[in-house]
């Protein structure tokens, strides 16, 4: 299994107030991502980053920002959480990026967030 | 844009038969990779097998086969055999090597696949 793992695993938080995402891999693999998962709507591309400091959006990136200081650590903070973005969030890793289609993804456990 | 239909919301199947899920995807990409996952109810997200656009030979891992007709644009996931354990749902994803977008997986809307015994 690849090591990735997210934190915290299950949140639940106020609307308004700002939350944060971990995703920590010990792969050391360049690429990483967000998704998030909602009912009717498979998963969907939040941010990913192609290496430190290294970020771009995704399709759904409203209202979310990111952050990479280190190989290792890709966060998710949602300045102003609304119940719209009650979802469950993935993190992903890859070896390679666009330029290279073939590599798959490995996905984290998973963040169950709800805001209320 | 890159777009995957998979048009079986929920599928029952008995224990032992073959299945086949289907996977249509759209893209004006030459170079893209398909790849299926499982999620079982316990949420993680399991790869399983994927397939390069140039590959001439439908790929297989254990008893998963992905059946790529390009042509047609379909590459659907047949899983031979099936357990009670291949219960969950399954997504079918792809990647493209350029298309101007955000890196990443495109996916479709999963079908819910239930073996019965």
């Known amino acids: 299994d690849a090591g990735i793992t997210q934190s915290p695993r299950h949140k639940v938080t106020e609307t308004g107030t700002p939350v944060t995402l971990r995703c920590h891999q010990t792969?050391?693999?360049?690429?990483m991502y967000w998704y998030r998962q909602d009912p009717g709507h498979g998963l969907r591309l939040i941010h990913y980053s192609y290496g430190v400091k290294d970020t771009d959006k995704g399709e759904v990136s409203d209202g979310y920002s990111v952050s990479r200081s280190k190989t290792e650590d890709f966060l998710l903070t949602l300045e102003s959480a609304t119940s719209s973005q009650t979802s469950v969030y993935f993190c992903?890793?890859?070896?390679?990026?666009?330029?290279?289609?073939?590599?798959?993804?490995?996905f984290g456990p998973g963040t169950r967030l709800t805001v209320t | 844009a890159q777009k995957i239909t998979q048009t079986q919301p929920g599928m029952f199947v008995q224990e032992k038969e073959a299945v086949t899920l289907d996977c249509t995807y759209d893209t004006s990409d030459q170079s893209y990779g398909l790849f299926w996952y499982k999620q079982p109810s316990s949420g993680e997200m399991i790869f399983l097998i994927y397939?390069?656009?140039?590959?001439?030979q439908n790929a297989t891992e254990g008893r998963y086969s992905l059946n790529f007709q390009k042509a047609r644009k379909s590459a659907n996931l047949v899983i031979s055999a099936s357990q009670l354990g291949d219960s969950a749902m399954y997504f079918c994803a792809m990647r493209a090597k350029s298309g101007g977008g955000a890196d990443g997986l495109t996916f479709g809307k999963g079908t819910h696949l239930i073996i019965q015994p």
């Open positions: 397939q390069g656009s140039y590959d001439e």
């Open positions: 992903a890793i890859s070896e390679s990026g666009q330029g290279s289609p073939l590599y798959e993804q490995y």
């Open positions: 792969e050391n693999h360049r690429y």
